[in-house]
Nanobody
Framework: QIQLVESGGGLVQTGGSLRVSCTASGTSFSFYAMGWYRQAPGKEREKVAVSTSGGSTDYADSVKGRFTISRDNGRNTVYLQMNSMKPEDTAIYYC??????????WGRGTQVNVSS
């Protein structure tokens, strides 16, 4: 059974930094794409950053220049380094893995809170 497990969430002050990690288990292949999505209270889930196995990355406009996504394909792990954080970054951050055939897998999420 394929599982994605996030870690590294927590509380940080405005302007601070945090890194969240996600490791996939139960699979012998690397996902085509791995990424991070977030959902704030009362809002829809939105894409934060995605990285493909080919090395391309895509970021939401709201995090460009502040967040960096990286992958360790050998460990089937994806990271999200978040700098210059803002209160509006407060959300549950979900890890996503997508196979080449379009199957989606999700983690259970990790809470990130940014205090003002």
């Amino acid at each position: 059974q394929i599982q994605l497990v996030e870690s590294g969430g927590g509380l940080v002050q405005t302007g601070g930094s945090l890194r969240v990690s996600c490791t996939a288990s139960g699979t012998s292949f690397s996902f085509y794409a791995m990424g991070w999505y977030r959902q704030a209270p009362g809002k829809e889930r939105e894409k934060v950053a995605v990285s493909t196995s080919g090395g391309s990355t895509d970021y939401a406009d709201s995090v460009k220049g502040r967040f960096t996504i990286s992958r360790d394909n050998g460990r089937n792990t994806v990271y999200l380094q978040m700098n210059s954080m803002k209160p509006e970054d407060t959300a549950i951050y979900y890890c996503n893995g997508m196979t080449r055939t379009g199957l989606d897998y999700w983690g259970r999420g990790t809470q990130v809170n940014v205090s003002s």
